[in-house]
């Protein structure tokens, strides 16, 4: 008996053989591409460390080498600024003195991120390296560019045992975004206070 195709018991079939087998070739696609996204991520985290920490000439494919000569040290601090397994507070040690902790926060359209280079006294920062997902190109995604980032080397964050407001360009047409990198930069900087403390001669 010939099958009768606009039947609606053959047209459910198919459209759930259909639904079967896209979703098992689509769950099939991001398990083989998983490894090479964390990958990815990972490699592009070990650039923005570098970056920020001053290593020069890093890229998307040097970048492992260069993070496993320059980073001595890696651990997690807890609100105390001590070092422990349980911690919550990431930190990078680059060259053996120069600690790269990572900010997270919110521009205009989403997230923002990024990473702070301080030095071995845990007063002055060394550099910095921003980076977003949805920021405007020419207003607020500015803050990936050299010459936003470059206004932070040499700042203060602790004088007198206290954290030090630290005051920068905003960019121009970009205050939403401009706002977010200070409260990200306060928020991330008061919650390693103690560990730099501790860096005091």
């Not at 970048?63 to 320059?70: D, G, M, N, R, V």
Request: glycine share 10%.
């Amino acid at each position: 008996m010939k099958k009768d195709i606009n039947s609606n018991g053959y047209i459910f079939l198919y459209a759930t053989v259909l639904v079967v087998v896209v979703a098992a070739l689509l769950t099939g696609a991001v398990l083989w591409f998983h490894p090479y996204q964390e990958r990815n991520e990972k490699n592009e985290k070990r650039i923005h460390i570098l970056r920020a920490a001053g290593i020069p000439d890093v890229n998307k494919d040097n970048a492992a080498k260069l993070f496993e000569q320059h980073c001595t040290a890696s651990f997690l601090l807890d609100e105390n600024g001590n070092a422990t397994e349980d911690g919550t507070l990431p930190l990078f040690v680059i060259d053996r003195r120069i600690s790269v902790i990572p900010m997270q926060g919110s521009g205009l359209w989403g997230p923002i991120s990024g990473y702070l280079a301080i030095d071995g006294d845990g007063s002055t920062i060394v550099g910095a390296n921003f980076d977003h997902k949805s920021e405007t190109p020419g207003l607020g995604g500015e803050i990936t560019t050299e010459k936003f980032q470059s206004q932070f080397s040499g700042k203060q964050i602790m004088k007198n045992g206290q954290l030090v407001p630290i005051e920068f360009d905003a960019i121009t047409g970009a205050t939403k975004t401009s706002n977010g990198v200070k409260e990200m930069i306060d928020k991330t900087l008061e919650s390693y206070a103690r560990f730099f403390e501790k860096l005091k001669p």
